[in-house]
């Protein structure tokens, strides 16, 4: 009996067979034998055959030749054990059309018994079209999969690559960093070099002013004299010239020598002298000085002492020439100038006072400063070079120096040397 004959009963109306018709599934119904008691019109578009082709035939028409022959023992094991269920578990299933092509499908039994006999309802669903989007996705899953991995190995390779040039950078850079640092050091060094040479020169030229004066108007004297026929006189001013081409090659000795240029200092070479030989030297300067004296202006001296001193005597001479021109130049005529030398066991005090313009507050901060030169002293002949060159001798001697002043009434310069 098929569904037919079951929907014919009398009364019913014709609904299960157009709902069995017409579903939009294939449907194949089979017997206890296997055979194909129904197939609805999906399944005929489906497989391509005609509900006629296959009637009374084993439903393996229907499956390609590989699965064919495990087919009836599935077949048998279900009907030992019928029920609703899906087929495949987990599995592809294909079916087989008529014209051979095998097509995927998913397919779902059910079973009804009738008169005593069991019959199986296979429905079947041609999935190919969705086994088509499904296999578009996997392959576009899988071209992704492809990208990310290239895409990734691609960014290691870029990371390297980032990495090596970075730290190339960064070598680079601090190469350059030393080199920079290497140039300026060099710079640094031949300016300060430079800088010290001409320091030399203009400290050697400044030293030369005094002998370099005390020359000419020696000479000019000289002149004089040799007119009047004086020898005593002439005597005197040769052996002054005498004396300060003297100092002057001693001056070139100590400022010119080369190592001394590039040590930048003048080396103090201290001796054991006499207090009276101490105040002889200073008389010796003081005559030479007495030379550039403004119209009236007297020099006095004041020695105090006795005993040995160990002292450069030079440095010491140098020292009094600066400090007693500046005295003699920034005094007005007939001013006195006081110079003062005490010995005693602990140290050598030299001091040399003046009553000329003094210098103010403000100007004294900076008094020992290369070059400067105070308000005061813009219209009187120098270059600011004396008293730096004074404090170098002092340090020279490991020495101090101090002063006080007071503008219009005069200044006093003192210069201790330890013993
Ligand atoms: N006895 C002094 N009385 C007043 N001002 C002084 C005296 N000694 C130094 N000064 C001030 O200090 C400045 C610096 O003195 P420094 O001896 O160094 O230079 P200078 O005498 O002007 O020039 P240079 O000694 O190089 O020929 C002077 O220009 C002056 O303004
Ligand atoms: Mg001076």
Do not use: W
């Not at 079916?95 to 779902?108: I, R």
């Not at 008389?283 to 119209?295: F, P, S, T």
């Amino acid at each position: 009996m098929n569904i037919k004959e079951i929907n014919d009963t009398p009364g019913q109306p014709n609904m299960f067979e157009a709902l069995f018709s017409h579903a939009t599934i294939g449907i194949v119904v089979t017997n206890m034998q296997g055979l194909i008691i129904n197939f609805n019109k999906q399944a005929e578009k489906d497989f391509g055959y005609t509900r006629d082709e296959v009637m009374n035939r084993p439903m393996e028409i229907l499956l390609p030749p590989s699965i064919k022959g495990h087919h009836i023992s599935y077949r048998d094991g279900f009907y030992k054990n019928p029920g609703p269920r899906a087929m495949g578990h987990g599995r592809d299933l294909y079916a087989e059309k008529k014209d051979g092509s095998v097509f995927p499908v998913e397919v779902s039994l059910s079973n009804y018994i009738l008169d005593g006999e069991l019959f199986v309802i296979a429905f079947i669903i041609n999935i190919t079209v969705r086994k088509q989007h499904e296999q578009i996705v996997l392959e576009q899953k899988m071209e992704l999969e492809k990208v990310t991995r290239e895409i990734k190995q691609m960014n290691v390779s870029l990371e390297k690559k980032i990495d090596d040039r970075t730290k190339m950078l960064r070598e680079t850079l601090s190469a350059l960093e030393q080199s920079k640092l290497e140039l300026s050091d060099a710079l640094k060094e031949e300016k300060d070099l430079g800088d010290m040479k001409s320091k030399f020169v203009s400290m050697a030229s400044h030293e030369f002013k005094t002998p370099l004066s005390t020359i000419l108007s020696s000479s000019f004297l000289l002149e004089k004299y040799n007119d009047l026929n004086e020898p005593a006189k002439r005597i005197k001013h040769i052996n002054r010239i005498k004396h300060a081409v003297n100092d002057m090659k001693m001056i070139l000795d100590d400022f010119l020598s080369s190592d001394k240029l590039d040590e930048g200092i003048v080396q103090t070479k201290p001796i054991y002298i006499s207090a009276e030989k101490c105040f002889e030297e200073l008389n010796d300067v003081v005559q030479e000085m007495a030379a550039h004296r403004k119209e009236g202006q007297t020099i006095e001296t004041n020695y105090q002492g006795t005993g040995v001193i160990f002292v450069d005597e030079r440095l010491l001479k140098n020292i009094c020439i600066n400090l007693l021109s500046n005295a003699i130049k920034f005094s007005p005529e007939y001013g006195v100038i006081k110079i003062s030398c005490t010995i005693n066991p602990s140290e050598v005090v030299l001091s040399i006072r003046d009553n000329g313009i003094g210098i103010s507050e403000e100007d004294q901060k900076h008094l020992f400063e290369r070059f400067f030169r105070a308000q005061n002293a813009v219209n009187i002949q120098g270059t600011g070079l004396g008293l730096n060159i004074v404090v170098r001798y002092v340090q020279l001697m490991n020495g101090s120096i101090e002063f006080e002043s007071n503008l219009d009434s005069g200044s006093v310069f003192t210069v201790r040397i330890p013993q």
